[in-house]
C-alpha cells in the first residue's frame, strides 16, 4: 500500500523497542559546546563513568504512558479524597491520637518529597546520558506528585485539628524537623552520584519499604482511608524508583572498579542516616498508632534484615558489603522507638503534638512484641512517671538536648550493647569540640566536617539568641526564652505540644464524635455518652 | 533462566477488586509463593524468583490484560526486575 | 460510613493552612493553592552546596531578575500535578485515535518518497529540539526559586520529552517502524548546513546557567519562533501539497503550544511588570535571543520552505515582536 519502495507492512514494536526508538538517540555528542561545559557537576565526586550508553532504563515509561496510568491513579486517589472530604471522613478514624501521627507527617515528611523533587530534577540536568537523566526526570515529577498529594489528602485534617496549619514555616525551624531537613539537604548539596546513592538506593531500596508498607497498613486499620489512599498511590511511583535504585548501583559498580569504594561509602552514610531518620517512623509505628499492625522490631527483622539481606548477598558479587553498623540497628531494634517515645515525652511541651504514656494494654502489647526490653528497662520508666502525672507533677525535660551534630536527635541513644548507657561520642575539629549520639554520625562527621560543622543546630542557634521573632526583647524582666523560641518555629505554647488528654484536639474529638480521644484510656471528658462502653480506663 | 537463589524477592500489591484476579495469578504460577495478607494490601512473598504472567492474568480476569496495569495497584517490590509484555519476573542471581 | 450525625454540624476551626491565609484570607484554598504556594523552604539551610558553596540550595542569587515574592509567578492554568496529568492523558487518548487513523491507512508511508523525505528532514530533527528544551526547562526546575514556577517548569520539562516523542513517533510513522527516519533525522541534527544553526544554539542554551534568562531564551524566544515556523507555516506548505495527514499530528502540538503560552507569558509578563530593571534586562535578553534564534532558523527556514522562507520567518517574527510588546518587553 505505501508508495515506492516502502511497501512491507509496518514493523510491529515491542514495548522495549518502541521505548528505545522513542527515547534512544534523543540526545547527542555536543560540538559547538564542550561537554565539560554543559554537564559541570558531574566529575568532582570521583565516580568513573566510561560508557553511559550501558546504562539500562529500569521502567521502560514513555510520556503517553506515563500520561496514562498517572492520570488513571490520580482520577481514583481524588475521588477518595472527595469522598472522604464530603463524609467529613476524619472523624471515622480510631481516635484523636492517630491525628497526632498525621501532623508528624505533614510537618516532616511532605517537605521531604518536595527536596525529593528538587533534588532529583537536578540529576534531570545533570546526567551526561539520556536514560539516566530521563529516569530522573520521572522519578522527580512523581516525587513533586507525592508533596501534593500529601498536602491534598491531609488538608481536610488540618481543618479540624491542631498544629498542622503551619508546615512550611515549621519545617524550616522546629527543633525536630531539622532532623529530617538537613537529611535531605545532605543529599541535596551533595554531588549528583552520592546523591542517587543515598535516595535512590540506601533510602529508597533498603528502607522506605519498612515505613511505607506497615504504616500504610496501619492507616487503613485505624480508619483512614485518605492517608492510605495517597500511600499507597505514592508507593506505586516507589515500586519504580526503587528499581531506579538498584539499577544505580549495579551501573555505578560495572562501570569501573574504583567506583566499589565509593559506593560503599555512601551506602554506608545513608543507610546510617536514613535509619536515624526513619525513628521518627518507629514512633508513629508503635506509639501514636491507636490499632498497630506490626511493632518497628518485627518490621525491621523482616524489611531489613530478611529482604536488606537478600540485596546484600546479591551486591556480594561487587564486592559490595552490608552497611557499617547494620549490626548496632538490629540490637537496637528493641529499644529505638521506646528511648524516642521518652525524649518526645520529657520534652512534649516543645513539640507540635500531643504525648501520652502507654496504657497498661500497650504496655502489655510492648511487654509481647519487645520480650527482652520492655520490661526491663521502659516499663518501670512509664509507670513511674504514670504515677507522677497522678500526683500532679508529670517528669519535665527542663533544659534543651545536646544534638547530634550529624543526624540532629538529641544524644539520647543507649550504648549497643548496654541499654542503660547513653552513648556520647566527640570529635575536635579545628579546635572545637562536636557531639554525637552514635559512632555511625560520628563516622560521617569524621569523613566530611567541613560540610557538618554548616549544619543550622536549633539548640545552639537558641542559645546565640537567633530563635527569636522580631520586637522581643532578650533583656525584658519577664522574658521566656524557651517559649519565645517556640514562638519563633512556629510552635503555639500550651497548644500544640504537652499531654494528650489536655490537648485541645483530645477536648473536641470527644465533644464532635462521642468517641473517647484516646481509645485505651476511656473519656477524657464528659462529652462522651454514657451510651458508649469505652474500654476501662488503665490502673496506674 | 532459572536462578539458584533461594533469598526471597516479594511483590505487594493494594487489596482491592482489581488485584483479586492479578493475586490469584500468581499465586498460580508460583507454587513456593506464600501469601501475607494485611490490612488494606497483600504481599506475596517467593524464594528466588517470582513470575507474573500476563496471559494467566488475562485468564483470571477474563480480558486482555496489559502487564503495565500492575502498576497502578502495585505498593512495593524486592528482587530485580526484568520486564516484558508478556511476563514480569523479579529475582536474586546469588545465593 | 459511620460517621454520626452530630458531627455533620461539626464546623471547622480553620479553612486553610496559615501560610495561604495569609495571602488568600482564612476560606477554602484550592488545590493548586495547596502545593503551589510557599512550600520550598526558605531560611536555615544546613550545608554549603558542593557544586556551588557561595550559594544556598535555593537561592534567589541564580538569576538576575529580582522579585520581592516569587509567588507572584503564577501559572493561569493552575496546574497542579493531577490536573496537570489527568488533562494530558486526556489529550493523548484524543492524539493515540489520529496516530491510530494515520497509522492504519498508512496516510504518511503512502506520500510520495520527496515528500516523505521532505518530512523527515523537516519535523524528525526537531525530536532533538525538543529534547533541549527537555534539559532547559529541568534546569530551571532544578534551579529556579519558588514551587509556583518550578513545578510548572518540571511538568514543561516533561511536555517536552513528550513533545520529542511524540516527533519520533511521526518519523515511525513514516518508515513502517524501521527508524530509519530517526537515524536521517539525527544525521540531518549533527550534519547538515539547514540545521547546525539552531543545534548551536541549542547547545548554547545548555550553558546558560541564569533559569530566568533561559526561560525567556527558550520558552519564550526561541519556541515563539520554531512552533509557528514548522507546525503552522511548514505544515500549512506541506498540506497544500499532500493534504492534511500530518496536520492531523501537528495540531497537537500547536494545540500544546498556545496552551503552554498561557504559562511563559504570564511569568515573563509579571516579572517585568514587577520593576522597571527586570523589565530593561528581560527585554534586553529577549532582544539578544531573537536576533541568535532568527539568524540560527533562517536556513532551517530555507530549507524547510525553499522561497517562501524569507517572508514567513518575517510574519513569524513581527508576530514575536507584537507578542513581546503586549508583555511589556521593550524591543
Not at chain 1, 519545617?171 to 535512590?200: H, M, N, Q
Not at chain 2, 526486575?81 to 523479579?90: G, Q
Amino acid at each position: 500500500m505505501a508508495a515506492d519502495g516502502n511497501t512491507k507492512p509496518p514493523k510491529k514494536l515491542s514495548l522495549k523497542e518502541n521505548y528505545a526508538m522513542l527515547t534512544r538517540g534523543l540526545d547527542w555528542e555536543p560540538t559547538y559546546e564542550k561537554k565539560e561545559d554543559i554537564f559541570q557537576k558531574i566529575d568532582f565526586e570521583g565516580i568513573k563513568i566510561h560508557d553511559w550508553d550501558k546504562w539500562e532504563d529500569p521502567f521502560r515509561l514513555t510520556m503517553d504512558a506515563y500520561w496514562k496510568y498517572q492520570g488513571e491513579k490520580e482520577r481514583k486517589l481524588y475521588a477518595i479524597i472527595d469522598a472522604f472530604q464530603q463524609g467529613n471522613g476524619q472523624f471515622n478514624v480510631t481516635d484523636a491520637r492517630y491525628v497526632q501521627a498525621l501532623k508528624v507527617f505533614l510537618n516532616g515528611i511532605v517537605e521531604l518529597e518536595y527536596a525529593s523533587h528538587r533534588g532529583f530534577c537536578m540529576l534531570g540536568r545533570e546526567f551526561p546520558g539520556a536514560g539516566p537523566r530521563i529516569a530522573a526526570q520521572m522519578q522527580s515529577i512523581d516525587e513533586l506528585r507525592h508533596a501534593t498529594t500529601q498536602i491534598h489528602a491531609i488538608s481536610q485534617y488540618n481543618k479540624y485539628f491542631e498544629g498542622m496549619e503551619n508546615f512550611p514555616y515549621q519545617f524550616d525551624r522546629v527543633w525536630y524537623l531539622s532532623i529530617p531537613k538537613s537529611f535531605f539537604e545532605d543529599a541535596c548539596t551533595s554531588g549528583p552520584f552520592e546523591f542517587i546513592v543515598a535516595i535512590s538506593f540506601a533510602f529508597e531500596y533498603v528502607l522506605t519499604n519498612l515505613a511505607f508498607m506497615p504504616w500504610m497498613s496501619g492507616a487503613a486499620f485505624n480508619g483512614d482511608m485518605s492517608t492510605v489512599s495517597f500511600g499507597f498511590s505514592a508507593q506505586s511511583d516507589e515500586a519504580r524508583h526503587m528499581t531506579l535504585g538498584i539499577e544505580v548501583i549495579k551501573f555505578l559498580l560495572e562501570q569501573d572498579p574504583a567506583n566499589v569504594a565509593l559506593v560503599q561509602k555512601w551506602i554506608d552514610k545513608w543507610f546510617w542516616r536514613g535509619y536515624r531518620l526513619l525513628a521518627l517512623l518507629a514512633t508513629m509505628m508503635d506509639y501514636i498508632l491507636p490499632k498497630r499492625v506490626m511493632s518497628w522490631g518485627e518490621a525491621w527483622t523482616i524489611y531489613y534484615e530478611e529482604n536488606g539481606g537478600a540485596l546484600f548477598a546479591d551486591l556480594a558479587r561487587y564486592g559490595i558489603k552490608p552497611p557499617k553498623y547494620a549490626d548496632v540497628t538490629i540490637k537496637e531494634k528493641g529499644r529505638v522507638s521506646h528511648e524516642m517515645w521518652s525524649v518526645f515525652y520529657a520534652n512534649r511541651n516543645a513539640l507540635g503534638f500531643g504525648i501520652w504514656l502507654p496504657s497498661e494494654e500497650e504496655m502489655d502489647w510492648f511487654s509481647e512484641k519487645y520480650p527482652d526490653t520492655f520490661d526491663k528497662y521502659y516499663r518501670p520508666r512509664y509507670e513511674y512517671w504514670r504515677q507522677l502525672e497522678a500526683e500532679g507533677k508529670p517528669f519535665t525535660c527542663k533544659v534543651l538536648p545536646q544534638l547530634c551534630q550529624t543526624c540532629q536527635w538529641p544524644c539520647l541513644y543507649t550504648e549497643a550493647d548496654d541499654a542503660t548507657e547513653f552513648v556520647h561520642r566527640e570529635s575536635d575539629y579545628k579546635g572545637e569540640i562536636f557531639h554525637f549520639c552514635s559512632d555511625g554520625c560520628k563516622d560521617i562527621f569524621d569523613d566530611e566536617p567541613e560540610k557538618f560543622v554548616h549544619a543550622w543546630m536549633p539548640v545552639n542557634q537558641i542559645y546565640q539568641g537567633n530563635c527569636f521573632l522580631p520586637g522581643v526583647d532578650p533583656t525584658a524582666p519577664d522574658f521566656n526564652p524557651m517559649a519565645e523560641a517556640l514562638k519563633f518555629m512556629g510552635l503555639k505554647p500550651g497548644v500544640d505540644g504537652g499531654l494528650f488528654k489536655e490537648h485541645l484536639d483530645a477536648k473536641r474529638w470527644e465533644q464532635w464524635t462521642s468517641r473517647p480521644a484516646n481509645i485505651h484510656e476511656g473519656a477524657y471528658t464528659d462529652s462522651v455518652r454514657s451510651t458508649e462502653t469505652p474500654t476501662p480506663r488503665a490502673k496506674p | 533462566m532459572a536462578t539458584n537463589s533461594t533469598q526471597p524477592v516479594f511483590i505487594a500489591f493494594q487489596d482491592n477488586n482489581d488485584t483479586r484476579p492479578i493475586i490469584d495469578a500468581i499465586m498460580a504460577d508460583n507454587p513456593n509463593a506464600k501469601l501475607n495478607e494485611m490490612p488494606a494490601l497483600v504481599k506475596i512473598d517467593c524464594p528466588g524468583r517470582l513470575v507474573v504472567k500476563r496471559e494467566t492474568i488475562s485468564e483470571h480476569a477474563g480480558r486482555d490484560f496489559d502487564l503495565r496495569e500492575i502498576y497502578i495497584n502495585l505498593i512495593s517490590l524486592a528482587g530485580e526486575v526484568d520486564e516484558s509484555e508478556d511476563e514480569f519476573v523479579l529475582e536474586w542471581k546469588s545465593r | 460510613m459511620t460517621v454520626e450525625i452530630r458531627t455533620t454540624g461539626v464546623k471547622p476551626i480553620r479553612n486553610t493552612f496559615e501560610h495561604l491565609a495569609k495571602r488568600f484570607g482564612d476560606k477554602n484554598a484550592t488545590r493548586y493553592q495547596e502545593i503551589a504556594y510557599d512550600i520550598q523552604p526558605l531560611v536555615n539551610f544546613h550545608y554549603k552546596p558542593l557544586w556551588d558553596p557561595t550559594r544556598d540550595l535555593y537561592d534567589v542569587r541564580r538569576t538576575a531578575v529580582v522579585m520581592k515574592d516569587w509567588y507572584a509567578l503564577k501559572d493561569p492554568r493552575q496546574y497542579y500535578y493531577g490536573a496537570y496529568t489527568i488533562t494530558r492523558a486526556k489529550q493523548q487518548d484524543a492524539l493515540d485515535r489520529q496516530l491510530e487513523f494515520v497509522e492504519k491507512r498508512e496516510l504518511l508511508r503512502v506520500l510520495p518518497a520527496a515528500a516523505r523525505q521532505q518530512l523527515v528532514k523537516t519535523l524528525v530533527p526537531l525530536r532533538h529540539y525538543e529534547f533541549g528544551a527537555n534539559m532547559n526547562n529541568s534546569h530551571m526546575a532544578g534551579y529556579g526559586f519558588g514551587t509556583i514556577y518550578t513545578q510548572a517548569a518540571m511538568m514543561n520539562c516533561m511536555d517536552r520529552l513528550g513533545m520529542a516523542q511524540h516527533l519520533s513517533r511521526i518519523g515511525l510513522l513514516t518508515d513502517g517502524n524501521t527508524g530509519e527516519s530517526l537515524t536521517e533525522g539525527k544525521r540531518q541534527w549533527m550534519e547538515e548546513a539547514a540545521w547546525q544553526g539552531v543545534r548551536r544554539e541549542v547547545e548554547h542554551l545548555f550553558v546558560t546557567r541564569d533559569w530566568f534568562e533561559l526561560h525567556v531564551a527558550q520558552n519564550l524566544v526561541a519556541d515563539s519562533l520554531v512552533y509557528p515556523l514548522f507546525y503552522q507555516h511548514f505544515d500549512a506548505a506541506f498540506a497544500a501539497q499532500n493534504g492534511s495527514a500530518l496536520s492531523s499530528l501537528t495540531d497537537y502540538l500547536m494545540r500544546w503550544y498556545d496552551e503552554t503560552s498561557r504559562w511563559v507569558d504570564a511569568i515573563v509578563k509579571t516579572a517585568a511588570a514587577e520593576s522597571p530593571e527586570n523589565a530593561k534586562l528581560i527585554s534586553e535578553w529577549t532582544v539578544k535571543w531573537r536576533d541568535i534564534w532568527v539568524a540560527a532558523l533562517e536556513p532551517a527556514a530555507a530549507a524547510a520552505l525553499g522561497d517562501k522562507a524569507a517572508d514567513v520567518l518575517a510574519a513569524v517574527v513581527a508576530a514575536f515582536n507584537t507578542k513581546a510588546g503586549k508583555l511589556g518587553l521593550k524591543l
